[in-house]
């Protein structure tokens, strides 16, 4: 059961071979995909606070239908 010593250890053998390890690399997507997560609520947001600018100059929530 030579198979159960791999778990693990990826990153001793991205050490071993110059490589990025699995958990690093899956650590690192997580991260980036967090910081385009958070621009594209940004982005959301400020669409919804034009919205809302718009609205209240309309003069009510009824005139925007």
Not at 3 to 13: E, K, P, T, Y
Not at 22 to 47: T, Y
Request: charged share 30%; aromatic share 10%.
């Amino acid at each position: 059961m030579a198979f159960f010593g791999l778990i693990g250890n990826d990153r001793q053998l991205a050490q071993q071979y110059g490589g990025e390890s699995a958990s690093e690399q899956a650590a690192r997507k997580r991260r980036e995909g967090h910081r385009r997560n958070a621009a594209a609520a940004d982005r959301q947001g400020q669409a919804w606070e034009d919205t809302q600018r718009a609205r209240q100059g309309r003069g009510g929530w009824w005139r925007t239908r």
